[in-house]
């Protein structure tokens, strides 16, 4: 029985670690609907849906888009590459 409880163990372990290997951060612009206001986050998640459906809670309508994403160990920072009108 020992034995098995050390296999739950490590497998738990190793479905952790992928889980944190496919963490990426995003740059998001979220702009509510009431009044057109933005702002723009950054967030580590393994699921980018859900963050987003977890970020709402409590919030005002607002509507999301994801400006720039990277792998989480990569060391480069996140950018906005939209171009700015003039």
Same mark, same amino acid.
């Given at each position: 029985? $020992?034995?098995?409880? @050390?296999?739950?163990?490590?497998?738990?372990?190793?479905?952790?670690?992928?889980?944190?290997?496919? /963490?990426? =951060?995003?740059?998001?612009?979220?702009?509510?609907?009431?009044?057109?206001?933005?702002?723009?986050? =950054?967030? =580590?998640?393994?699921? @980018? $849906?859900?963050?987003? =459906?977890?970020?709402? /809670?409590? /919030?005002?309508?607002?509507?999301?888009?994801?400006?720039?994403?990277?792998?989480?160990?990569?060391? /480069?920072?996140?950018?906005?590459?939209?171009? @700015?009108?003039?």
């Amino acid at each position: 029985m $020992n034995d098995l409880g @050390i296999v739950l163990i490590k497998n738990r372990g190793k479905n952790m670690m992928s889980r944190i290997s496919q /963490r990426k =951060t995003y740059l998001v612009e979220i702009m509510y609907h009431e009044n057109h206001n933005t702002e723009v986050v =950054t967030l =580590t998640t393994d699921n @980018i $849906n859900w963050s987003m =459906t977890e970020f709402q /809670r409590n /919030r005002k309508p607002f509507a999301w888009e994801i400006l720039d994403w990277k792998q989480e160990i990569e060391e /480069r920072p996140l950018e906005d590459q939209r171009e @700015i009108d003039a």
